[in-house]
């Protein structure tokens, strides 16, 4: 008799993921020669963690005590760094009670979105979009509402698209810098959605793990205009410490306790090993400043190159580190045009396909965040290509 499997065993694929195993698999063939592949299929910074979270973490492995569970929602002096760190970056004095250590933002939607949402929920979002949203929501047996947005609202959400839908949605995922397309919602737009989401009963999850990677424009924290709202941060990005997978969320009151005791049941804690590099790692800004500011030279120099490559339609790349460049006029579908770039240039970059089931194809993800050397390499490939 043949046994069942799971509604979420059918969760679609990170579709990167197998870009990053193409990647690989190609630079295997190459060799050691050249040329060497370019990565830009994928968010992760060229450098790790920044000098000071990796000489605190030595202090730690050399010490007598264990390195052991922590509680739930991580450890006190760091919860108190971050809510800290608040305090300087946005001038709000948050409680560190409202504040959970978490593994990664990876670890922090499941637990967001359980606290929050019950089975079959409508949780609206902005297409392009990060694609584990869609997939965690659909395997805890909620229903996205992909709201269709073009560069004319810089791939972001407004309040008209969400006051057309009938009936309203339970929740609104909102992502400012955004992957895929680097575009942000300014200080007056979070703060309209923000509220209009606190007074319709519509709870809101704003992703913001690329906070500190903005280039034009400030940022704003959807915490400081909402109660209610629920924000998601990282270590990962600005911070540079992808495999340490340390992250944190900021929870309204009413959830502070659920989400404590799924994650109790779920993850037990973050890695405490992770958590002691996370706190030292806020003392690192001179370094992580200098790091933003290659970023920004990057962005700066495919910005004046790829229009002049042929890709004439990019999105208005005001933080993170990516460029969603549109190639509908190319008339070949991105996952086409990618392989081929991969095989004919070394360079990966990842199809729209995994960002959005309807238009991605006409559009491709550039990650910028890779060493400037190499970023100046992929611009004059794409020019001779």
Not at 5 to 17: L, S
Request: hydrophobic share 45%; proline share 6%; with cysteine.
């Amino acid at each position: 008799m043949a046994l069942k499997t799971g509604r979420g065993g059918d969760v679609p694929a990170f579709r990167v993921m197998d870009v990053i195993a193409a990647a690989n698999a190609h630079a295997a063939r190459l060799g050691a020669g050249d040329p060497r592949v370019i990565r830009m299929e994928v968010g992760q910074p060229a450098l790790g963690a920044p000098e000071g979270a990796v000489k605190a973490a030595a202090r730690a492995l050399a010490a007598d005590h264990p390195l052991g569970y922590t509680e739930a929602f991580g450890l006190p002096s760091l919860r108190q760094r971050i809510a800290q760190h608040y305090l300087d970056w946005y001038g709000l004095d948050l409680a560190a009670d409202r504040i959970a250590v978490t593994t990664g933002a990876s670890g922090a939607f499941p637990l967001a979105f359980l606290a929050a949402f019950d089975h079959g929920d409508r949780i609206a979002m902005a297409a392009p979009y990060y694609p584990p949203y869609v997939n965690i929501l659909t395997a805890l047996g909620m229903r996205p509402v992909i709201l269709e947005t073009d560069a004319s609202t810089r791939f972001q959400p407004t309040i008209a698209m969400l006051e057309a839908l009938d009936p309203l949605p339970d929740g609104l995922i909102v992502a400012s810098p955004c992957n895929p397309a680097g575009t942000m919602l300014h200080r007056d737009e979070v703060a309209c959605l923000a509220r209009w989401c606190h007074g319709h009963g519509v709870r809101l999850v704003s992703d913001e793990i690329y906070h500190g990677l903005h280039y034009d424009s400030p940022i704003a924290t959807a915490a400081d205009f909402s109660p209610s709202a629920i924000v998601i941060n990282s270590f990962s990005k600005y911070f540079s410490m992808t495999g340490w997978r340390v992250g944190w969320m900021v929870l309204p009151e009413d959830l502070c306790r659920p989400a404590e005791r799924l994650k109790q049941n779920m993850f037990i804690s973050a890695p405490h090993i992770a958590q002691v590099a996370a706190e030292a790692a806020f003392d690192c800004t001179e370094e992580l400043e200098v790091r933003r500011a290659g970023y920004r030279r990057s962005r700066d120099l495919l910005v004046d190159a790829l229009p002049r490559a042929g890709f004439a339609r990019l999105s208005a790349a005001e933080g993170a580190f990516y460029l969603y460049a549109d190639i509908a006029d190319r008339r070949e579908p991105s996952t086409e045009f990618c392989a081929r770039m991969l095989r004919e240039l070394s360079i990966a970059a990842t199809p729209g396909v995994d960002f959005d089931a309807r238009h991605g194809e006409d559009f491709v993800r550039f990650s910028y965040c890779g060493g400037e050397a190499q970023m100046a390499d992929a611009a004059e490939r794409l020019l001779r290509w």
